[in-house]
């Protein structure tokens, strides 16, 4: 399958899996300083010691976890070996992802429907990703109604994410970059460069639109 790559995308995957290494690296050295500071601090907490200071170390422990976990979906998504690709079925993907997001749906009253997703060669475990960051950015950014679409194109397929929450064409490609600060009730993350990195590392594309987010992906290989 290489063979058929040109030179210059062997490069990249060549300079993404140094990233990527070093991100885990990075973050698996993070990990144990920030659980470290929660747990002593929640220690602090249950012995009596009352301040809203504690309360706001615990906040920022949580908030830099969430971060560091999300460096790490990013570097893995930065090496997706598409040797190892088996088939995958979206539609399943797209159910487990609803199933992992229940309670945010639930807490803000979204509803999540979509049609029928076909079958492509992938890493199932980065699709699953792929569909949880999208509806979690949809419900972030207010969407109450999201649709999730397909439609087959002349040698890939086409995947519209859609809402009616907040419009992205003013922020088409801050949406894409780590941690942009787009929106008010938004902490910023990896989400959506972890989805086109995702896409990107099977062979699509992607982009946002105003109401939503589209990506394609190959038939097969």
């Given amino acids: 399958m290489y063979e058929s790559w040109p030179w210059y995308r062997i490069f990249i995957m060549s300079a993404d899996a140094e990233l990527s290494e070093f991100l885990l690296r990075a973050c698996h050295d993070l990990r144990g300083p920030l659980r470290n500071v929660r747990l002593h601090t929640e220690l602090l907490a249950k012995n009596g010691a009352s301040d809203p200071e504690l309360d706001f170390v615990v906040n920022g422990a949580i908030g830099a976890s969430a971060v560091v976990d ?97 419009p992205l064409a003013e922020t088409v490609e801050r949406e894409f970059k780590p941690f942009a600060r787009l929106h008010g009730n938004q902490r910023p993350g990896p989400g959506l460069a972890v989805c086109r990195a995702i896409v990107e590392h099977h062979g699509g594309t992607m982009w946002a639109e105003s109401g939503a987010m589209r990506f394609t992906l190959p038939e097969g290989r």
Avoid: C, W
């Fill in 70 to 166: 999300g460096l790490s979906d990013y570097a893995l998504a930065l090496v997706i070996d598409p040797s190892r690709f088996q088939p995958v079925l979206l539609d399943i993907m797209l159910r487990s992802a609803i199933s992992k997001l229940a309670a945010p749906i639930r807490d803000s009253g979204a509803e999540v429907t979509y049609g029928d997703l076909p079958t492509i060669e992938g890493n199932g475990d980065r699709l699953l990703q792929l569909f949880e960051y999208l509806l979690d950015d949809a419900l972030r950014r207010g969407g109450t109604k999201v649709r999730v679409s397909a439609e087959a194109t002349d040698d890939a397929f086409l995947f519209t994410v859609s809402d009616n929450g907040a």
